[in-house]
């Protein structure tokens, strides 16, 4: 075998299986030398538009590794690149020269043959289960991988995109039932729409998010957090926002799928770096505010967390105390090792830590006294339906008054009208974050904000 330690990542690239059959400008993966996204679809295009007898289809094979992000975790992102350059030369050799061979990001190739019926497909697909399960030796750990694969074989009826989401769907199906096996999609296409549309989404949502990453198109939104004794600034919660090509997505569409595909980790160590440096900005023109950072489940697994939280830190001369870090309940109450060290590490490295949504967790309200945070926020869910909901009232009452004879600071989130901010003024709550208030804002915006208020006090 091939030890890839020693391989230049290039050196390691695949030969495309046929360039004969590749298309004019065949659009590459540069990791790897196989097709792209795109490439593939252009590729399946064509192929599809050479079948004349639907008993000799094309067939798409979906791959996926498995377990790819916790080798990707614990060995670093370098041995994660050769393991995949390794693993793409494989797929070279079991598929021979039949086909095309595309990296679809991540961690998932495409294989897709031609002129290719169910038997066949699945001669092919014992082979490459086969071949890509050989071990690996990445430094000083052996690997066993495994791949799920979804095949899908074309239909009359639907495009390339159709015929490689069936296959991508079934992939995660194959994954589901515990992976390393091969699966074929069914052959309705309508029952499976809805959740066709939904990939296709996810899929344009992840590739506006690699484009954001590299081409600088996040940013931070602002929004200020006020003190109810004095009106005082209490901090700023730092909310990311995605431009993709003059479209904002919001949070609500690229969280999700930033998650699932673990590009929250580098989204979240770029929103530490660009939040520290927004403190240090800061601090130079005069101003010491504390900024709110939400940190991900994803984050909080990942072994390299301390080390984002001091690379912030070390680029920017940002003191950990002005950098709040946000932690969901549910993350909080989460005993694995990984997570509860990293928890630690934080509060070590003097970051403060606020437990955010609280409320929403189905945790216990007894558990608050042994979580280390200072701060608690009171989920929007019990904000929103008050003053009418007597049941919501009842239990944000509950909530800020244990968490203050906790000695812990009680942030009221979403407060939208000024009843609203009366209740809560009058259940103690000891800060207000919401639309009624202040928006969350460009850090302009937000400038000009502080200026007005500091021009009224
Ligand atoms: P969150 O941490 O609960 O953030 C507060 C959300 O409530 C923000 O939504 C904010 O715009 C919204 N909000 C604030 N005041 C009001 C109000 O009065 N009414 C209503 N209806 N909404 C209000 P946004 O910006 O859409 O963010 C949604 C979620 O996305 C955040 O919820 C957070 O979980 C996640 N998120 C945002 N930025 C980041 C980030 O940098 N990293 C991670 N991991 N998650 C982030
Ligand atoms: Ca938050
Ligand atoms: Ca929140």
Redesign the pocket.
Same mark, same amino acid.
């Given at each position: 075998m091939t030890d890839i330690r020693t391989l230049p990542l290039d050196s390691a690239q695949p030969k495309l299986p046929d360039p004969a059959f590749a298309p004019v400008t065949p659009s590459l993966d540069s990791l790897t030398g196989l097709l792209d996204r795109e490439g593939c679809v252009r590729a399946v295009e064509e192929l599809m538009r050479h079948v004349r007898d639907p008993k000799h289809p094309v067939a798409v094979f979906w791959l996926n590794i498995d377990r790819f992000k916790q080798i990707n975790d614990s060995l670093g992102h370098l041995a994660g690149d050769s393991v995949l350059a390794e693993l793409a030369n494989r797929l070279a050799l079991a598929s021979g020269n039949q086909g095309r061979l595309a990296r679809m990001g991540g961690d998932e190739f495409v294989l897709v043959v031609d002129n290719c019926d169910r038997a066949t497909a699945e001669h092919i697909a014992r082979d490459l289960l086969a071949t890509m399960s050989h071990s690996l030796d990445v430094g000083n750990m052996r690997l066993y991988p495994s791949v799920s694969i979804g095949i899908a074989l074309s239909l009359a009826q639907e495009n390339a995109r159709e015929l490689l989401e069936r296959a991508d769907t079934t992939q995660l199906e194959a994954k589901r039932y515990g992976g390393a096996q091969f699966r074929f999609a069914g052959e309705d296409l309508q029952p499976g729409r809805l959740g066709k549309l939904l990939a296709r989404e996810e899929l344009e949502v992840e590739e506006a998010l690699h484009v954001a990453l590299e081409n600088g198109g996040l940013t &931070?939104?602002y929004?200020p957090i006020l003190r109810v004794a004095d009106n005082s600034l209490e901090a700023i +919660?730092?909310?990311?926002?995605c431009n993709c090509e003059g479209t904002m997505i @919001? @949070? *609500?569409r690229f969280?999700p799928v930033? +998650?699932k595909t673990g590009l929250?980790v580098r &989204?979240?160590e770029?929103?530490l770096l660009t *939040?520290a440096r927004f403190v240090a900005h800061m601090l130079e023109t005069g101003r010491r505010v504390k900024l709110?950072?939400?940190?991900?489940r994803?984050?909080l697994t990942a072994p390299k967390f301390t080390q984002a939280l001091y690379a912030a830190l070390a680029c920017s001369n940002c003191p950990p105390e002005l950098l709040e870090l946000?932690i969901?309940e549910s993350l909080f109450m989460d005993n694995s090792d990984i997570v509860q060290r990293n928890i630690h590490a934080a509060l070590d490295a003097g970051f403060p830590l606020a437990i955010?949504?609280f409320g929403t967790g189905y945790s216990c309200l007894a558990s608050l006294k042994d979580l280390p945070a200072k701060k608690l926020?009171l989920?929007?869910a019990f904000?929103?339906d008050l003053p009418h909901n007597s049941r919501s009232f009842a239990i944000a009452r509950a909530i800020v008054h244990l968490a203050l004879d906790l000695d812990m600071t009680v942030v009221a +989130?979403?407060? +939208?009208t000024a009843e609203q901010y009366q209740i809560l003024e009058e259940m103690g709550a000891t800060a207000i974050?919401?639309?009624?208030?202040a928006? @969350?804002m460009a850090e302009n915006s937000l400038d000009d904000w502080l200026a007005q208020r500091g021009a009224a006090q």
């Open positions: &931070l939104n929004q +919660e730092a909310l990311m926002r @919001p @949070p *609500g969280i930033a +998650e929250i &989204l979240g770029w929103t *939040g709110a950072v939400n940190v991900s994803a984050q946000e969901t955010d949504d926020k989920d929007r904000i929103v +989130e979403g407060v +939208e974050q919401g639309y009624y208030l928006r @969350p």
